[in-house]
Structure formats: C-alpha cells, structure tokens
C-alpha cells in the first residue's frame, strides 16, 4: 500500500460515515418540485455515489467484519444493498417528469436512511471495537478502489452535481470527493480537469 496514500486516508468507518453525510446532504436537496433537470442530476448523482459506496462496503468492509464478528445484520446487508440497486435501476427507465419518479426516489430515500441507520448504529461501532488496529490500513485500501471505481464515472459524478445545483455544487462536489481522498489523490493537473469538466456541463 503507498504509504502517502495511507497517511492521508481516513479510517475505513470514519470514511463510510463521510460517504452516508454526503449522501443524506443530497436527499435533503431532493424536491419534487424541481425542475426535472435538477432532479435527474441529483439522482444521477446519489445513485452513482450509493452504487460505488455499496461496493466498497460489499468488497472490504463487510468481508473484514464478518471474519470477525458476523450479526443478523451483517446477512441483509446485502440484500438491502440489492434493493436499493433495483430501485436505482428503476429511476433511470423513468423520465423525471413521470409520475413514479418522485415516489421511486423517496422509496429510495426511505430504503437507504433505515440502512444507514443501522450500519451507523450497529455495524460502524462493532468494527471499531473487533477491528481497532485495522481500521487505518482499510480505510487506505478503500481509497484505493474508490479511485478505480470512481475514475471511469468522474463525469457523471460532477455532470451529475453540476446539473442538480448549477456550479456552485462543484464546490460540494469536490468537497465530498476530497473528503473520500478521490480528489486528493489525484495528480494536480487531473484536480483542475475534474473541476472544468464540471464547469462545461454546468453550462449546459
Ligand atoms: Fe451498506
Ligand atoms: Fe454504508
């Protein structure tokens, strides 16, 4: 593991609990009387960021847990995880303006608070008790694979962001990336690319 990229990561939970902040602030921006564009675009934009953050958890976390200590939770972790793909898979065969748009996203909505909760509640405090003297090296292997899962959709994260809140929500965006070490462990040169591509699609 680089060591760089280790120093800057934070903790695997306190990173997972970043990446739910990050996700319930775009819930909390969600309403159903937006134009559709502002709608698609935060949609757009949760959903890629639930897809990698359920990833994530499915390829290190939950393993890492579960050699450990393995709750009732830890066995519908996943199937919860798979719900809330379908529901995502169904918001996008519907057009914003449908009427099961807004109703689909608040299922979504719904889904993924009660699964925050009890990761948050349950899960999150589990590891840091039987996973104290790893917590560190999985946070840094979590970075890792964010960057390869993130890198090939970077534009429909800040397209995504950029239409939900015109370009000021780069500044939320690249915040949340930097808070999950995406755009901190970038060369400079790809920082500054990832903020244009956003500004161009902002203007859009
Ligand atoms: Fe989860
Ligand atoms: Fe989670």
Wanted: net charge neutral; hydrophobic share 40%; aromatic share 6%.
């Amino acid at each position: 593991m680089n060591t760089f990229l280790s120093k800057l990561s934070p903790s695997i939970t306190d990173m997972i609990r970043m990446d739910h902040a990050h996700v319930m602030t775009a819930f909390h921006q969600y309403e159903a009387g937006s134009s559709p564009r502002v709608k698609k675009g935060l949609v757009d934009s949760v959903s890629v960021a639930l897809e990698i953050h359920a990833q994530l958890e499915e390829e290190i976390f939950y393993p890492a847990l579960r050699a450990v200590e393995d709750t009732d939770f830890m066995k519908k972790s996943v199937p919860e995880h798979d719900e809330m793909r379908r529901l995502i898979g169904q918001l996008r065969k519907l057009e914003p303006g449908d009427a099961k748009y807004d109703e689909t996203f608040y299922e979504l909505m719904n889904h993924v608070i009660h699964h925050v909760a009890d990761e948050e509640t349950l899960l999150l405090p589990a590891a840091e008790r039987v996973l104290a003297d790893q917590l560190g090296e999985l946070g840094a292997r979590m970075t890792k694979r964010r960057l390869q899962l993130a890198a090939p959709r970077t534009g429909e994260i800040a397209g995504g962001m950029a239409r939900a809140m015109g370009p000021g929500a780069l500044v939320a965006g690249a915040g949340a990336l930097l808070a999950c070490g995406y755009l901190l462990a970038r060369p400079r040169g790809d920082r500054a690319a990832w903020v244009r591509r956003g500004q161009k699609t902002a203007q859009r």
